[in-house]
């Protein structure tokens, strides 16, 4: 089905590019805008990316005593694991370098701790009923291009649009009812609020695909400037406003 912004910032890189479809596909952009928003994930840390996710209470007959956590699938980087016990008590947990370091014979004297194995995380202690895990983590968006399923849980939520029978991605819901609806476009930060990293890096990549060089490199410069530049607003927005203050006390005489 259509889906608006990401079919504007196509034809958008196709215009700075100055190249038909004939040349640079559809497929090829969907290319470039992947690995340009790959490059975005990595490099930058600020709040739009990040996420909390938080697993279901454990309870007498499902996850006591688990070691393990499975890692959301659009995880980029940690930034904290929390818990907080039937009691309300919260324990964030410390990082391990790996495996090993939680496999040790002093492991029983550790405190809260994790390490990842794949795309899971062993933690210590062992879970206990009530307890309440929290990860926080940067993450990667969804598809440029992704839209949402259509069912009637996204119908009342106003999350799709109504259609007619053959249109691409048309559904009918309910069921026998003869109505038909499309999922709307998912927003998507990087897209919708700030398109310039996003289009700098796939123009940097048509423009290398086309033998440009010398114009790939100067956008995929422009990107990375524009990535360092949303990071440091990020580090002075931390300690915008904050006190520091350094306190002496000489007792000695000279």
């Not at 790959?38 to 909390?52: F, G, H, Q, V």
């Not at 029983?108 to 933690?123: I, M, Y």
């Amino acid at each position: 089905m259509s889906t608006p912004l990401y079919d504007a910032l196509v034809t958008k890189i196709r215009t700075w590019v100055n190249r038909d479809s004939n040349v640079i596909t559809d497929a090829l952009i969907a290319d470039f805008l992947d690995y340009s928003a790959d490059l975005c994930y990595r490099k930058l840390r600020i709040p739009p990316l990040e996420y909390t996710h938080t697993y279901e209470t454990i309870t007498a007959l499902s996850g006591l005593g688990e070691t393990e956590l499975t890692v959301p699938p659009d995880l980029s980087e940690f930034i904290q694991l929390r818990k907080t016990d039937a009691d309300g008590n919260s324990y964030v947990f410390d990082e391990r370098t790996s495996l090993l370091a939680m496999q040790d014979h002093d492991h029983d004297k550790q405190s809260e701790s994790f390490a990842r194995r794949g795309s899971t995380l062993v933690f210590y202690p062992a879970a206990k009923v009530g307890d309440i895990y929290e990860m926080h983590y940067y993450r990667r968006l969804p598809d440029m291009d992704a839209v949402y399923e259509v069912n009637e849980t996204n119908r009342l939520a106003a999350l799709n649009t109504i259609s007619t029978s053959g249109a691409t991605g048309a559904v009918e819901t309910p069921a026998s009812s003869g109505n038909y609806y499309v999922g709307n476009e998912v927003p998507n930060w990087l897209r919708d609020e700030n398109e310039r990293i996003l289009l700098w890096g796939a123009v940097a990549y048509a423009f290398d695909y086309v033998g440009e060089d010398e114009r790939a490199a100067k956008f995929n410069a422009q990107q990375l400037q524009g990535i360092q530049e949303l990071n440091q607003e990020e580090e002075l927005r931390k300690v915008r406003g904050g006190l520091y203050r350094q306190t002496f006390s000489v007792t000695d005489q000279f």
